[in-house]
């Protein structure tokens, strides 16, 4: 019998540090994201300007459904690619708007003629 309720103390006790480290792993988590609240406004079309192989801005918050107008301000040309935006190659002095509809996160792009160039797009 004795046996029997030390089992079970140490099972409730191997549970309740299971519990515990399941609330720290939450707060962790709550504490690195960021909450930013999703505006409540229709469609937008928002300027990424790309100039000196950077982009401006380099990280962008949008909500499903707006669009990107990538305008290419330097002398080479530029393509943009990532998991929602797939742009075709934008020549110099030229433009193209993608339209984002995908789900909320932190999506990266880079540029597929120079990779090293990498900007975000967050979508709230
Ligand atoms: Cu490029």
Not at 65 to 79: L, R
């Amino acid at each position: 019998m004795k046996l029997k309720f030390t089992i079970i103390f140490v099972l409730l006790v191997l549970i309740s540090g299971c519990i515990n480290s399941l609330n720290l792993l939450k707060d962790v988590t709550s504490d690195t994201n960021e909450t930013i609240e999703r505006p409540e406004r229709p469609p937008m079309t928002h300027e990424i300007i790309i100039k000196d192989f950077k982009f401006a801005p380099n990280e962008i918050h949008i909500i499903p459904g707006d669009s990107i107008k990538w305008i290419n301000k330097d002398f080479v040309p530029h393509q943009m690619d990532s998991l929602i935006v797939e742009t075709n190659i934008i020549e110099k002095s030229g433009f193209e708007t993608t339209k984002i509809d995908a789900e909320p996160g932190n999506y990266e792009y880079i540029c597929s003629i120079h990779p090293y160039m990498k900007g975000s797009i967050i979508i709230l």
